[in-house]
């Protein structure tokens, strides 16, 4: 076989040299060589994230293969850097009552076997080791966090985060499904990036709490249907076509050992069961988290923003639920400057003395923008008539620099384009679309919901006026809205430790009712019309 030598150039002036086979795709001869590119839509050549410098020409890495001996150069701006130190929400605001709740429980055995009828043996299968560990992880299509919890209640919980290694394989739930839909031997290798990062956490968890992870009896995992589909290694291929059935609604437990976790031989794996279609284990753990919702006579809702846009109108004792494609943008991608929640991320745009300023987490040099950021800075835009409310620019600018080349981490200015204002009228328009649909099929007013639910990663750090000007929240008052930070870590810490969670999960999903927004004849009007900034 032909081989190449391929040198990449980093804009630091280091270099390294590989021999390649001919033929290789330029980025996955990157990722091999330990370069993290930014392959937001998984190599489908259409995010353009991918690009480096070729024989002086910009050129998609994912379209590009090696048929000659190359100079590679890696611009900074097309790699992902600094996104292991992602900020992941961790906290909940129901997490110290579910805690509470789950330390009255009594003894660790019974709150153990009350979390499933097959945990307690009925199936054959003795489950536990003779040492009381567990983990709770949310399995986010971006980011992961697990706790690490002692049953006895004797050691402090301890507490991991990672970026989702899945991610190279693009960055929405979209692109891996196709990815498997592609080549069913896809299905194996997600599985197992999200076991090793699993396995990696908990090594660092239990090194912290000074035990081994054989120690470990259960992990309760919970995430979007897709995410808690490849953990399982259940293909995921029918949530890619319509009427996007999840392959499977309820996940029997496993032996942990069989899908790879490191943990006790006899230690078991569970996840949250789905709601329907998109709307996965990760809605369940945030009803299960917010019992306000659970048999709620008065409109109550719950959004969860993340890639999916996920949501639950509680009613009549009902529960309603629906996913909306809201897509990565609010994870910063497809933005020509987004970035993950990481340090030096941009959180904040407000006008100072009728100057745009920012903020940026850990008060770093501005790197490029998070989710919370493009909402403000839109919102900001918007206020001053720089864009129109349908999004285009007022004057003919192409866009809108947010922070000069001289006071930017990255060495060139922070920009706001006309793309990324689109990018951002789409998510909010899909979840907006999503919210007005849902009331609409449910003949309730937005100002008859008492209370507004936000969960998800981000969802904490939105600033709510921004929000609302932008037309992503209902126009309800502000006292009705409730953020909730990461319920999904809260529903599998719940499910993990407190004797009744089973029980209520089963009776709340059993008066639930998915609706399939897509297929509801007014969907394109009303997603066109929630386009509309403000
Ligand atoms: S264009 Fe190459 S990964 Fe998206």
């Not at 990722?31 to 480096?52: E, P």
């Not at 923008?369 to 620019?393: E, H, N, T, W, Y």
């Not at 009331?439 to 921004?466: A, C, D, K, M």
């Amino acid at each position: 076989m032909n081989q190449h030598h391929i040198t990449f150039h980093r804009e630091n002036g280091r270099q390294q040299t590989f021999t390649v086979p001919a033929g290789a795709r330029l980025d996955e001869v990157a990722a091999q060589a330990g370069f993290d590119l930014r392959t937001h839509c998984g190599g489908a050549g259409t995010c353009g994230k991918c690009q480096v410098i070729v024989n002086r020409q910009k050129v998609l890495a994912c379209r590009t293969t090696v048929e000659s001996d190359l100079d590679v150069l890696l611009p900074d701006a097309s790699l992902r850097m600094g996104e292991e130190h992602v900020v992941v929400q961790l906290n909940c605001c129901h997490s110290h009552e579910s805690y509470r709740h789950s330390r009255e429980g009594g003894n660790p055995d019974d709150r153990l076997a009350s979390l499933d009828p097959r945990l307690r043996g009925d199936d054959g299968i003795h489950h536990y080791g003779i040492r009381h560990y567990g983990i709770a992880a949310d399995i986010g299509t971006t980011t992961l966090a697990a706790e690490l919890h002692d049953f006895t209640g004797t050691l402090p919980v301890q507490t991991a985060s990672r970026a989702n290694p899945q991610r190279k394989f693009g960055d929405d739930v979209i692109s891996r499904i196709q990815k498997v839909m592609d080549d069913p031997a896809m299905l194996t290798a997600m599985q197992q990036l999200i076991v090793g990062a699993l396995n990696d956490m908990i090594a660092e968890l239990t090194e912290k709490m000074g035990i081994t992870p054989q120690d470990i009896s259960v992990m309760v995992a919970s995430g979007n249907a897709v995410m808690q589909s490849l953990l399982f290694g259940i293909d995921p291929s029918s949530l890619g076509t319509s009427p996007f059935h999840a392959p499977v609604e309820t996940f029997p437990a496993r032996l942990g050992s069989e899908i790879g976790l490191t943990m006790s031989p006899e230690g078991t794996a569970l996840a949250l069961p789905i709601f329907g279609g998109f709307v996965g284990g990760d809605i369940v753990a945030g009803v299960l988290t917010l019992p306000q919702l659970q048999s709620s006579v008065v409109p109550r809702f719950l959004l969860d923003i993340g890639t999916n846009g996920e949501i639950v109108l509680a009613h009549r004792g009902e529960l309603y639920t629906a996913a909306t494609a809201a897509g990565p943008a609010f994870e910063g991608a497809k933005i020509e400057h987004g970035t993950l929640a990481i340090p030096g991320a941009i959180d904040r745009v407000e006008v100072v003395s009728g100057k745009i300023t920012v903020s940026t987490i850990g008060n770093k040099p501005p790197v490029g923008i998070c989710g919370s950021g493009l909402i403000d800075a839109v919102a900001v835009l918007l206020k001053q008539q720089i864009i129109q409310p349908g999004g285009r620019f007022t004057k003919k600018e192409s866009h809108v620099e947010l922070v000069p080349k001289t006071e930017s981490g990255i060495g060139n200015a922070i920009v706001l384009t006309q793309r990324d204002i689109r990018e951002l009228q789409l998510a909010a328009g899909a979840i907006r679309a999503g919210i007005t649909l849902l009331l609409q099929e449910n003949s309730v007013l937005p100002e008859e919901i008492e209370t507004f639910y936000v969960s998800g990663g981000f969802g904490q750090s939105i600033r709510l006026s921004s929000a609302r000007q932008i037309g992503l929240l209902p126009p309800i008052p502000t006292d009705r809205f409730v953020f909730c930070g990461n319920t999904s870590l809260a529903g599998a810490r719940a499910m993990l430790l407190n004797p009744d969670s089973n029980e209520t999960v089963r009776r709340f999903i059993a008066q639930s009712h998915h609706c399939e927004l897509a297929s509801l004849p007014q969907f394109q009007q009303v997603f066109a019309e929630s386009m509309r900034l403000g």
